[in-house]
């Protein structure tokens, strides 16, 4: 029945992020994190002083998009999700980086990967896909903590604030909007700790794949 596809989908900071990187490690697969194709269109329109709202010079750094861009370590800033989430709803954006997800995913040893529209879009024949949620304030503070320890100083009605206009946004927007795949599992981390929510992941797996 082919090679494994995990696809996980779910809004900013719902813990997805984490889980596919331990559901790789644990199935050694291959993973790829969608959001940083994004981060990294929108860091490069920054970094040419070219407005965001631009579409067709996002267009043309989608397609042009090098592996290298994936590893810089400002595409984890704050201000950088926000700016992702305006550059993801030009559907040639979502084109360009189409194919490249669809090549990581082809792979023959399987893939992990992680989005707002996996399972729905870019993978919709994975044997597994989940749908993470959490309650916003529960992801408000995790995302807090996670900048804190990058040195990042925000504040938590900032973040919330942040989260919640991105949740409206994926998911109003009408190329690809987030919504959980109609086979997905629907997984609420809100009580939750890393650990119960990978046992809980893994489980899932185990019955699907
Ligand atoms: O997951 P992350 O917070 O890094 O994603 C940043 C933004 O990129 C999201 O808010 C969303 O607008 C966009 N995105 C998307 N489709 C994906 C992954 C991310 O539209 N598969």
């Given at each position: 029945n082919g090679p494994l596809v995990i696809a996980i989908d779910g809004p900013a900071a719902s813990g997805k992020g984490t889980l596919a990187k331990r559901l790789a490690l644990h199935y050694g697969l291959p993973h790829l994190d969608t959001g940083l194709l994004y981060r990294a269109v929108a860091l490069t329109l920054i970094d040419e002083g070219t407005d965001l709202d631009d579409t067709a010079a996002a267009a043309r750094a989608a397609s042009a998009l090098s592996a290298e861009r994936l590893s810089d370590p400002r595409l984890r800033e704050r201000a950088m999700g926000e700016a992702a989430s305006r550059v993801s709803s030009v559907p040639e954006?979502?084109?360009?980086?189409?194919?490249?997800?669809?090549?990581?995913?082809?792979g023959a040893e399987g893939a992990v990967l992680d989005g707002r529209d996996i399972g729905t879009v870019v993978c919709p024949e994975a044997r597994v896909k989940l749908f993470i949620i959490a309650a916003p304030e529960e992801r408000a503070r995790r995302r807090h903590r996670e900048l804190l320890g990058r040195g990042e100083e925000t504040t938590l009605a900032a973040i919330l604030a942040d989260i919640?206009?991105?949740?409206?946004?994926?998911?109003?927007?009408?190329?690809?909007?987030?919504?959980?795949?109609?086979?997905?599992?629907?997984?609420?981390?809100?009580?939750?700790?890393?650990e119960a929510a990978f046992a809980e992941a893994v489980a899932i797996v185990e019955r699907l794949k």
């Open positions: 954006v979502r084109a360009a980086l189409l194919s490249w997800q669809r090549r990581f995913a082809e919640r206009a991105r949740d409206a946004r994926d998911s109003s927007r009408a190329a690809a909007p987030l919504k959980a795949a109609e086979d997905a599992v629907v997984l609420d981390t809100t009580e939750l700790d890393a």
